[in-house]
T-cell receptor, first 109, second 115 residues
């Protein structure tokens, strides 16, 4: 299984941007980069995904390095509701999601 | 649009018993995946069902089995329960066959405790 490396935890102030890094040096050409987040006492929730180009949606932006060995999830203006564990995942062609331990994001009011 | 639902919410069993967990997929979805999440860990893929057949399996023993029904709902069965099976069991539905964009929608999970 392709592996990702994320910091165990991060803190950010409310209403400021948050940059969550992810390293995936063994990524293959067909692996999609997915981000999910898990709020307390809930199942994971899809955030964003991409292959090569940077992506934007209503929740976040995904910046992918040119060599695809790393990516960054950007929350443009963090709110208290964004406090969660964020998982960076390389999705294989068979659609299996291989979760790591993720980054626990704490938002400081 | 109804989301993914799972039942029961919580369950307590003893070692050696058998358990069945249920999942109703989101309307329009034809694929169900099951994950096990131990405390403090990320979810681990158990298996996936597509059109009533197993379509991929993670590193779990055969005592973990599943079913998918014609309405795309699914069951996860675990036989001969062990203490280490205590975890949150998550079901996720998606819609295979619509290109590469097939976001998985997760249910709230079933918390299984094995004593």
């Amino acid at each position: 299984d392709a592996k990702t490396t994320q910091p165990n935890s991060m803190e950010s102030n409310e209403e400021e941007p948050v940059h969550l890094p992810c390293n995936h040096s063994t990524i293959s050409g067909t692996d999609y980069i997915h981000w999910y987040r898990q709020l307390p006492s809930q199942g994971p929730e899809y955030v964003i995904h991409g292959l090569t180009s940077n992506v934007n949606n209503r929740m976040a932006s995904l910046a992918i390095a040119e060599d695809r060995k790393s990516s960054t999830l950007i929350l443009h203006r963090a709110t208290l509701r964004d406090a969660a564990v964020y998982y960076c995942i390389l999705r294989e062609r068979n659609e299996k999601l291989t979760f790591g331990t993720g980054t626990r994001l704490t938002i400081i009011p | 649009e109804t989301g993914v639902t799972q039942s029961p919410t919580h369950l307590i069993k003893t070692r050696g018993q058998q358990v069945t967990l249920r999942c109703s997929s989101q309307s329009g979805h034809n694929t169900v995946s099951w994950y096990q999440q131990a405390l403090g860990q990320g979810p681990q893929f158990i298996f996936q069902y597509y059109r009533e057949e197993e379509n991929g399996r993670g590193n779990f023993p055969p005592r973990f089995s599943g079913l998918q029904f014609p309405n795309y709902s699914s069951e996860l069965n675990v036989n001969a329960l062990e203490l280490d099976d205590s975890a949150l069991y998550l079901c996720a539905s998606s819609s295979k066959g619509q290109g590469n964009y097939n976001e998985q929608f997760f249910g709230p999970g079933t918390r299984l405790t094995v004593l």
